[in-house]
C-alpha cells in the first residue's frame, strides 16, 4: 500500500471553518500499515516537525509509544498528550511536533488503527511486541529513508516503557546486523512499568505518606502485595496479574476511590468500583485501557479522523480490539524488564527514565527501588551526583523539575505530574524533551 501523505493544511482548513479557529498549523504528514505478521496489521502515523529553522531534516525522529498495553499513541498520545492538535482539534502550545519529528504507532498489535484477522494474531509477550516493531521500522525506515540520518529517540508511557525497553535493546542488534538502517540515539522510559513489583510494593507507603492510608489501609495494601510478590517469586505471572487487580481493589477501598493516575485529582464518575465475580480482565481493562479510549476521543478517532485517513478496513474500529491485546498480554504483564534496561546501559545506549510526583500506579518510589537493583557499572557514579532543579517553563523562579545525569543514564523528578505528563505538565515535558534529544 502506497503511503498516505498529505499537508495538514488541507484538513486544518476544515477545521479552523468549522471549529472558528484562527491561524492552520501548516505541517507535513504521512501515515501507514505495515504487515508485520501473517494476519497482523500495524498502523503509523508521522508528523513532520512544523518548524522553519531549523529544517524537519535538522530536528531528530520521536516515536511514541503508549501504554495500556491496549492504548493507542495516534489516538491518546497524539490528541490528549503530544500531538500538534488537542482532542478538540485546537493547536497545541505544547505539541512536540515543533521540536520533532513525531511517529506515533499503534502498538502492539490489535491497539488503536492496527488490527489483527486472526485470534492468534495478538502479541503475548514483551519479546513478540518487539519482533513486531522491528518489521514496522525496517519498513518504515526503508519507506521514509530521508529519516535514516535523523537521530531516532523511542520516548514511551507506562507498559509502552516496558515495551520501548524491549524495541530498543532488539533494535540495537538490528542496526549492528544491518537489517535496519537508522541513527538509533535513545529512549526515555515514562512512569514505565519496567518492575511492577516494585510499583506495587511501594503504592502502601507511597500513599501512607501522602496522607491517603490510614495505618489499618497501610497494613491492608501491604498485605495485597505481599500476596502479588509471593505470586512473582514463584514465576506465576498470570496469577500474579490478577492478585496485582486485586491489590488496586484493596487500595481503592481504603483510600475511598484514589485515582492511580494523578492521586491529587479525582473524577466521582471515574470510581473504579469491582463487582462480586467480575473477571479481573474486565475490571482492568475497565481501569486502564477505558481511560484512554474516552467517549469523546472514540468519536473523534473513528469519524472525523477515520475518514481524514482514508486507509482504515472498514471492519476496523479504533479502540476495537483494546480489550483482546491486554487479555493476550496478562501472563507478560507482571514480569521484569530491568535485565534489559540494564543490558541497554552495557551497550552504551543512552537511556533516560522520567516520572510524575504524583503517580500511583507507576510511583516514584518504586522508580527509584529498580535503579538502585541496576548491575550497570556507571550506578555508583550516578548515585554519588546530587539533581538538579529545573525550572518551570511557564512559572519562572518555580521549580518544575529535578534531574540526574550520569554517562549514559539520567533520572528526571517530574513535579506536580501524575501518570500522562504531557497532558498534566506540557511546558515541562516539552522541554525535558529537548533535553533529552540534545536541544537545549
Known amino acids: 500500500m502506497v503511503a498516505a501523505e498529505i499537508s495538514s493544511l488541507v484538513f486544518l482548513f476544515v477545521v479552523i471553518v468549522s471549529k472558528g479557529l ?40 520521536v516515536m511514541w509509544l503508549q501504554g495500556g498495553p491496549g492504548g493507542s499513541g495516534t489516538g491518546f498520545g497524539n490528541f490528549e498528550e503530544i500531538g500538534p492538535l488537542n482532542r478538540d482539534l485546537k493547536p497545541r502550545k505544547t505539541s512536540w511536533a515543533q521540536a520533532a519529528n513525531v511517529l506515533f504507532v499503534d502498538n502492539p498489535v490489535g491497539t488503536g488503527f492496527s488490527y489483527t484477522d486472526r485470534p492468534d494474531g495478538y502479541a503475548t509477550n514483551v519479546a513478540m511486541v518487539a519482533s513486531d516493531m522491528l518489521e514496522l521500522l525496517k519498513h518504515f525506515f526503508t519507506e521514509k529513508a530521508e529519516f535514516q540520518s535523523v537521530p531516532f529517540y523511542i520516548f514511551s508511557e507506562s507498559y509502552g516503557g516496558k515495551m520501548a525497553a524491549a524495541i530498543s535493546l532488539e533494535l540495537t542488534k538490528a542496526i549492528e546486523q544491518g537489517t535496519v538502517k ?4 535513545g529512549v526515555a522510559l515514562g512512569d514505565s512499568w519496567i518492575s511492577p513489583l516494585d510499583s506495587v510494593m511501594t503504592w502502601g507507603p507511597y500513599l501512607y505518606t501522602t496522607s ?56 466521582p464518575d471515574r470510581k473504579s468500583r469491582s463487582s462480586v465475580g467480575e473477571d ?53 504483564f507482571m514480569k521484569p524488564v530491568v535485565d534489559v534496561v540494564d543490558l541497554l546501559l552495557n551497550a552504551g545506549v543512552n537511556v533516560t527514565v522520567y516520572n510524575g510526583q504524583l503517580d500511583l500506579i507507576v510511583d516514584t518510589m518504586g522508580q527509584e527501588q529498580w535503579v538502585k537493583q541496576l548491575k550497570w557499572e556507571g550506578l555508583p557514579g ?48 516539552l522541554q525535558m524533551m529537548k533535553m533529552i534529544t540534545k536541544q537545549a
Open 212 to 267: 491517603l492510608l490510614d495505618d489499618f489501609g497501610l497494613a491492608n495494601v501491604s498485605s495485597a502485595a505481599e500476596e502479588v510478590k509471593r505470586a512473582v517469586e514463584q514465576q506465576q505471572f498470570q496469577k500474579a496479574t490478577e492478585l496485582w487487580s486485586m491489590a488496586e481493589t484493596v487500595v481503592e477501598q481504603n483510600t475511598n476511590g484514589v485515582n492511580f493516575y494523578n492521586i491529587l485529582t479525582q473524577d
Open 280 to 332: 479481573f480482565i474486565v475490571l482492568q481493562t475497565r481501569r486502564h485501557i477505558h481511560p484512554l479510549h474516552s467517549q469523546s476521543l472514540s468519536q473523534l478517532m473513528n469519524g472525523p479522523i477515520r475518514k481524514k485517513l482514508g486507509i482504515i478496513p472498514q471492519n476496523v474500529t479504533w479502540g476495537g480490539q483494546a480489550e483482546d491485546v491486554f487479555s493476550y498480554m496478562a501472563g507478560d
Open 382 to 429: 550516578f548515585n554519588k551526583l546530587r539533581w538538579t532543579p529545573l525550572n518551570d517553563p511557564d512559572s519562572p523562579g518555580v521549580t518544575g523539575a529535578f534531574y540526574k545525569t550520569y554517562k549514559n543514564f539520567a533520572f528526571y523528578w517530574i513535579l506536580r505530574a501524575g501518570h500522562m505528563i504531557p497532558s498534566d505538565q506540557g511546558p515541562m515535558a
Open 182 to 185: 537508522c541513527r538509533f540515539a
Open 22 to 61: 484562527t491561524s492552520p498549523l501548516a505541517s507535513k504528514e504521512a501515515w501507514n500499515y505495515v504487515q508485520v505478521r501473517e494476519g497482523a496489521h500495524m498502523f503509523w502515523w508521522l508528523y513532520y516537525a512544523d518548524s522553519q529553522t531549523p529544517g524537519y531534516m535538522d530536528l531528530p525522529l
